[in-house]
């Protein structure tokens, strides 16, 4: 299980990749998904912001972080002084999976496993290869392991500026997980906290 065949070899443009991922069947995820939901932000972003999944609002938009999370993303990041167009934004996987309740109307966000972040992995390696970002932002622990490995803790590790193979990585928490919290205010300052890091490497 791998989206790996079906990778563009020579892709040199992100909407070339774009375009070929919108009929990956790499993992079953793209079975239920409305449709695939790649990165989106300009080739030189200096700044690559990796985040879990597309959520409900983003499988129908076809965009990712256009829902409550991208909402409290968007505001963060106006407080840490970073311009959302400036970056290049997607996931570690780009189909949303989902359970259905209350009927089977409402979707609810159900994690990614280790097999479907791994098999969707070549993507977000195609996307850094085009990109070749200054920083890599991961937001989460689905991001930090996807690119870091399964032993990375977010917990450990949040905040500090990592020098790897694939270029200077900060990790932080995912917006989502602030919306869910009962300490929002806290951890929100605390993003915000981590963000002004990643724009102090600017």
């Not at 790649?38 to 972080?65: C, K, L, S």
Request: hydrophobic share 40%; with cysteine.
């Amino acid at each position: 299980m791998t989206a790996q065949p079906f990778v563009p070899k020579r892709a040199r443009s992100l909407g070339a990749l774009a375009d070929a991922a919108e009929r990956c069947e790499g993992c079953p995820l793209y079975h239920d998904a409305t449709q695939t939901v790649f990165g989106e932000g300009p080739r030189d972003a200096r700044i690559f912001m990796v985040g879990e999944q597309p959520g409900d609002a983003e499988d129908r938009a076809g965009r990712p972080f256009v829902g409550p999370a991208g909402r409290l993303l968007d505001r963060a990041l106006a407080e840490a002084e970073l311009d959302r167009d400036a970056i290049y934004l997607t996931n570690a996987v780009k189909h949303f999976k989902f359970v259905r309740r209350e009927g089977g109307q409402r979707r609810i966000h159900d994690k990614p496993d280790r097999a479907e972040v791994t098999a969707c992995h070549p993507w977000l390696r195609a996307e850094l290869s085009i990109v070749k970002p200054r920083c890599i932002v991961v937001l989460g622990a689905t991001a930090a392991q996807s690119l870091m490995g399964p032993a990375f803790r977010v917990t450990k590790e949040r905040g500090r500026t990592l020098a790897t193979e694939l270029g200077t990585v900060v990790a932080t928490i995912h917006p989502s997980a602030i919306l869910r919290s009962r300490d929002r205010d806290v951890l929100y300052a605390g993003f915000v906290a981590d963000l002004k890091i990643v724009a102090g490497l600017l």
